[in-house]
């Protein structure tokens, strides 16, 4: 295949077990113009997948990491159109279709990308969590330093769809991220493009027990102090949303237990907006005092 209109390009390291779910799911797309590109990143053993005429294997002898390996596969893409697909996640069968289709019949002047939903899973295939995007984020937009509108999450940003060209332009992925990659590259993306958000789950996140770059905590403290460094006059033009940022931050800090990290970023976030944080506090102990009150279940008497 010389010339597919789309290239979906998977980064992997030793995920054996679970890479060739991806790549089915990739090959599986009801929209058939198309290549899948697995980036092997130093694998032990190397990848080895049956053969398909539209699946390609590049092998990297030395690891490059999950942004380093994103743009080997964006360099090597024949496509126009480019998404990257985690080595652990599946896409749902008209993912693309359905991102093309919007991006096509966009009225926005060009360039448009799209993203869509995002069902998260378990290791039995159970949703835990449904997140659908924003429906626009206009272009000159800072992605999640905007706000959001009710019920919509940025926590979507694994199924963008884009033209290959515009990743070039933007320097493709920072290979000094190891931890929030995304949040780093939609923060150069948005304000080139206008990402179009399609209410509808195409994406299956897993949650599994494995290894993940995410779940590691002193790279996302360094990536993190990485990120408001690098954008800080976007964050510092936007101190709600800046604020909003560093809370959730704290939060999942406690949940990783980094309890001094979770405590300064708190104070970090009250300090820059301290009505919105208290809000957000307020709502969080609320939800979670819910969850825990269990309605009395009624006694039936004969």
């Not at 080895?48 to 490059?64: F, H």
């Not at 596969?73 to 697909?85: F, P």
């Not at 009505?275 to 969850?291: D, E, I, M, P, W």
């Amino acid at each position: 295949m010389s010339s597919p209109q789309l290239s979906i390009i998977i980064p992997t390291h030793n995920r054996p077990d679970l890479l060739p779910a991806a790549v089915q799911s990739a090959l599986n797309q009801t929209y058939s113009d198309l290549e899948v590109v697995v980036v092997d990143d130093a694998s032990s053993p190397p990848v080895c997948l049956p053969e398909d005429r539209r699946l390609r294997v590049i092998r990297l002898d030395q690891g490059v990491g999950g942004a380093g390996a994103r743009n080997v596969g964006t360099q090597a893409a024949r496509g126009r159109w480019v998404t990257y697909l985690d080595d652990d996640d599946c896409l749902l069968p008209n993912m693309t279709e359905l991102s093309l289709a919007a991006i096509e019949n966009a009225t926005d002047e060009s360039p448009v990308a799209a993203i869509s939903g995002i069902h998260k899973v378990n290791e039995r295939g159970e949703v835990l969590s449904t997140r659908l995007p924003p429906s626009r984020c206009p272009r000159g937009s800072y992605f999640f330093l905007e706000t959001a509108e009710a019920g919509c999450s940025y926590n979507t940003k694994q199924t963008l769809v884009v033209e290959r060209n515009l990743v070039l332009k933007i320097g493709g992925w920072d290979e000094t991220f190891r931890s929030r990659v995304h949040s780093e590259f939609f923060l150069r993306l948005n304000p080139e493009c206008t990402l179009i958000g399609l209410p509808v789950v195409t994406y299956r996140l897993l949650s599994h027990s494995g290894a993940r770059v995410s779940g590691n905590p002193k790279l996302r403290q360094e990536s993190f102090q990485r990120l408001l460094q690098k954008h800080r006059a976007a964050f510092d033009a936007r101190p709600k949303m800046f604020a909003e940022f560093v809370y959730k931050h704290a939060l999942t800090s406690h949940e990783m237990g980094q309890t001094n990290a979770a405590l300064m970023s708190f104070i970090r976030a009250l300090a820059l907006h301290p009505r919105h944080v208290c809000g957000l506090a307020f709502h969080a102990t609320l939800s979670q005092l819910k969850r825990q009150i269990r309605p009395a279940v009624p006694v039936r008497t004969s």
